[in-house]
């Protein structure tokens, strides 16, 4: 009795087990049909990042949004989790490239010189063409690659550390900027920092969300801007949501802020109306 009640539980288990990956598949199906018609299910919205040192919003993040016909919305933590397991994500990021350099290259044409950064995995940069296919578009679109920066994780760079390095060390060299992202919830110790090719660190916002309010957050985010800036590394604060964090991070020298409180992340064709009407 026992023996066959515990194997109900098993089988009831796995056909869970099996709905969850069959949801998966399917997901996956949609998100490839998505991309291949352009139907606009996919798009990117922009962040801005506030420089500190001067109140200019002279940098965005890109990040991707997909909203399906039937107006569900997506979380992109999924469905990025998703791309990178079934390598969709190399296309993925590809679309997210030339959107977002097309995007760059109108506005540039308005006067509107943004730098903007783009979130990309480790399998992209791992990827063999990954460079080439950047290159690519910055000709197309005739884009200054110092107007580019790629932001990657910690935990990417640290899954195949020396591969990774010296392709962001090519990057780097043609002027693109790079940026390391969800700083401080990876496995890397602060003295990695040293040896990694970039420009810019995003300390993780687990650490800058309670800020205002947590001592031992302000203990963290305070000594690593400190030692970013000794390493000559520029940092930027995400996911700031309320004005006594963001006096904090003015205090501790912090160089760019990014979060709800200065603006959640906006479609392109509000983006200007924002940047006319922020003081
Ligand atoms: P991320 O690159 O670390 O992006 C920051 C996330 O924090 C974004 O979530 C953003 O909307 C959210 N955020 C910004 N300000 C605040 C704030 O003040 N409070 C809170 N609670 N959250 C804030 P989103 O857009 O849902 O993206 C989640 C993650 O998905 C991104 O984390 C990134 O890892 C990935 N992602 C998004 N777009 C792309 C993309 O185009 N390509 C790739 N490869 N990954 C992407
Ligand atoms: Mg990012
Ligand atoms: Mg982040
Ligand atoms: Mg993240």
């Not at 056909?15 to 996956?28: F, S, T």
């Not at 998505?34 to 962040?47: C, I, N, R, T």
């Not at 919830?185 to 800058?208: C, M, R, T, V, Y």
Request: charge should be negative.
């Amino acid at each position: 009795e026992a023996a066959r009640h515990e194997n109900t539980t098993i089988r009831a288990y796995k056909d869970g087990e099996d709905e969850a990956y069959l949801e998966r598949l399917n997901l996956l199906e949609e998100l490839r049909e998505a991309m291949k018609h352009d139907s606009g299910e996919l798009f990117m919205v922009y962040q801005p990042k506030l420089n500190l040192d001067n109140g200019k919003i002279e940098k965005v993040e890109s990040l991707i949004r997909w909203i399906k016909p039937d107006g569900q919305f997506v979380s992109p933590e999924l469905f990025i989790h998703l791309a990178e397991q079934s390598g969709l994500i190399i296309k993925l990021t590809q679309w997210v490239i030339d959107t977002v350099l097309k995007q760059q290259q109108e506005w540039l044409t308005e006067n509107i010189r943004l730098k903007v950064a783009i979130n990309i995995s480790a399998q992209d940069i791992a990827h063999a063409d990954f460079i080439d296919y950047i290159f690519e578009k910055i000709s197309q679109y005739k884009i200054d690659p110092k107007l580019i920066t790629l932001e990657i994780t910690e935990r990417d760079i640290m899954t195949n550390e020396d591969l990774v390095v010296s392709r962001l060390k090519q990057l780097k060299q043609t002027g693109i900027q790079i940026s390391v992202d969800d700083y401080g919830i990876g496995q890397s110790s602060l003295g990695k920092l040293k040896q990694l090719p970039i420009d810019e660190l995003k300390i993780d916002k687990a650490f800058i969300l309670e800020l205002d309010k947590s001592e031992k957050d302000q203990f963290i985010v305070k000594s690593t801007i400190e030692l970013s800036h000794k390493l000559g590394i520029s940092v930027v604060a995400e996911g700031v949501e309320n004005k006594a964090s963001l006096d904090m991070l003015a205090e501790m020298k912090c160089n760019h802020v990014q979060g709800y409180f200065i603006s959640r992340p906006i479609k392109s064709a509000d983006l200007l109306t924002w940047l006319n009407t922020y003081e």
